[in-house]
């Protein structure tokens, strides 16, 4: 069956980096879309970002947008999210979620790793 | 983009319906039928209740569907059960391969 799940969340300083993983089981990523949505404490969630079936073209949220970076690992069949220059309003819980086939919705989701900025 | 706009709260009875809104705008909402809607306990992941507006994947009672008009999208719970009371969000496509999300509507079963 289908599952996906994230590790590499800690807590980090602002400015410092981290880079979080998602381990993908029951399917291959050379076969789907997968995208990280988050949820800062308290808060709704908010997507980050997305990478194609194939690797070829990632999108992301302004606001992470030239910090963050969304690859994956064919051969780990893992995806990847490193994140630079964090600022304490990346303080979330970060989920990988698999795209749908054909569609604009996210079918499933990891449990996800818990990402805290702060000095 | 702005985030889709949920009320904060809704609340119900077992037994009756309730109707969770979602309002975008012409960019979103209003011009794309992908409207999505998850499903989440706290502490756990959101869990995909409805897609392409309307939608059920397998799994997912008939208790739960979804309708749209205009820029604002619905979903409908119907014979309220303890176990549905959660948050909600809405998602929609937002061109490109962006995704707007709702803010979150907590359901409370009475």
Known sequence: QVQLVESGGGVVQPGGSLRL??????FSLSNFGMHWVRQAPGKGLEWVTFIQYDGSNQYYTDSVSGRFTISRDKSRNTLYLQMNS???EDTAVYYCARDSVGGWHFDYWGQGT?????? | QSALTQSRSVSGSPGQSVTISCTGTTSDIG???YVSWYQQ???KAPKLMIYDVSKR???VPDRFSGSKSGNTASLIISGLQAEDEADYYCCSYAGGYTRLFGGGTKLTVL
């Open chain 2, 31 to 33: 011009v794309y039928n």
């Open chain 1, 21 to 26: 993983s998602c381990a993908a089981s029951g």
């Open chain 1, 86 to 88: 964090l600022k304490a």
């Open chain 1, 114 to 119: 818990l990402v805290t900025v702060s000095s």
């Open chain 2, 57 to 59: 994947p397998s799994g």
């Open chain 2, 41 to 43: 306990h706290p502490g």
